[in-house]
């Protein structure tokens, strides 16, 4: 399946959204980085629109919800382009998840929810407590501060990759099966 808009005969193959979903350390900036690279897509990572506000000293307190309205903005503008957007966030409730969708929906976009887990409790704390930031500024969450986090349950349904039971590589081509 080709992701990204191809124009031959003043036609356009649909463009598509696909919104990751999950905690901390379950491998969701991995499998979208490689995700979007192997689709020629647009990567918008929520986590460096939010480091880069954040060291703009235009806000005073914290980031809020500014990091996923800017992404929601910049995702809508390249999927009217006819670019497909992967885009990487925690989305840890059905408001960011919602919004997600309908900015995909507006932009004429095929739309892939994916959630992110990591099963196997002992190497998602593993993995928690050993990253690396590999946003320049960005403080990483604790193991307490991840299984603590509010993140609330699917209304529908979703794509869920399990990390904790195949490679990067083995989630990737489960998702592009599914699109």
Known sequence: MQAAAVRDGGSATRANLISFSGLPGTGKSTVARKLASRL???????????QAILESGVLRGGVDEAGYRAAYRVAEDNLRLGLSVVADCANDCMLA???????????GAAVVEVEVICSRVDEHRRRVETRVADVPG?????WQG?????????????????TAKRSADHCVAAILAAL
């Open 97 to 107: 998840r919602d919004a997600w969708r309908d900015v995909g929906l507006r932009a």
């Open 146 to 162: 991840t299984i603590g986090r509010k993140f609330e349950p699917w209304n529908r349904a979703r794509f869920i990759v399990d």
């Open 40 to 50: 020629g897509a647009v990567w918008l990572r929520v986590d460096t629109i939010e």
């Open 138 to 142: 960005l403080s990483l969450p604790s």
